[in-house]
């Protein structure tokens, strides 16, 4: 059973110090209860969401979040889904968006397991963890409903990313690899299957495989969409993102000609290419100003 909060949200920065309020959820942050009130606040709130957005220390409160992401299979999907509401309100703005690629982990992630980080932003961390999110939840879970929800934190977030580590650039790269292959393996099955859409069964795999297409290019859109406003929005601060899309262009190729995904395609090879001259012209100055 859910603990009852017998006062009002409004009511609780009236009774607590709101500094001593935020360090005391931060800390407890894995546990269910706690994540729960911190979405309340951050919602109903005013006073407690600008003291959270404002503050010096925006670590505190994202990386116990991320933790719990990251663990989801250790978690309940009452707290990974607060968890992930936490971030998708505090990706609304555009401070916060800004400060966390200001923070740089230098001292390492000891849960973050599939790789050592040296020198990541945690705005770079929060990016790896969203997109293992989506990736376990496409796999494990299938809820459209939290992947739509990892997709719009990292689209409100998307022009603000800057100096992006190598990893995680090719992470976001990979991650649209990965489903572009599925996606191309699906139609496949479907083209050879030859059944028309009305005369399937809802229950049939083909129906079931018609329905997972669907949500793909969903997915796929919207990762291109996240891309292209990086780009043009901070161009010059992501040369690694620039450079992992022209050594993985042929990824994006396929999509250039297919009317769902043309136009974001188009424009990602353009801006691209363009991020390349600007990188290299930046280069060749430097050389010779030493």
Known sequence: MRPFFPFCCECACSIL??????KTLCDTLSA???TLFLYLLLHRNVAFRTHVLASSDVERVVLPILRTLYRAPESSNHHIYMSLIVLLILSEDDLFNTSVHDVTMKGGIDWYTERQLHEVSLGGLLILVVIRTIQYNMLKMRDKYLHTNC???LANMSGQFKNLHPYVSQRIVSMFEALARKHSRLVATLQQAGEPAEHLDEDSPLCE????VSALEEVLRMILEIVNSCLVSQIKSNSNLIYTLLYKKEVFEP???QPAFQDLSQNLQTVSLEGRK???SVDHTLFFSR
């Open 17 to 22: 110090h709101i500094s001593r309020l935020f």
């Open 32 to 34: 269910d209860e706690s």
């Open 151 to 153: 997709l719009a934190a």
């Open 209 to 212: 495989a018609m329905a997972d």
């Open 255 to 257: 999509f250039m000609t």
């Open 278 to 280: 600007r990188c290299l």
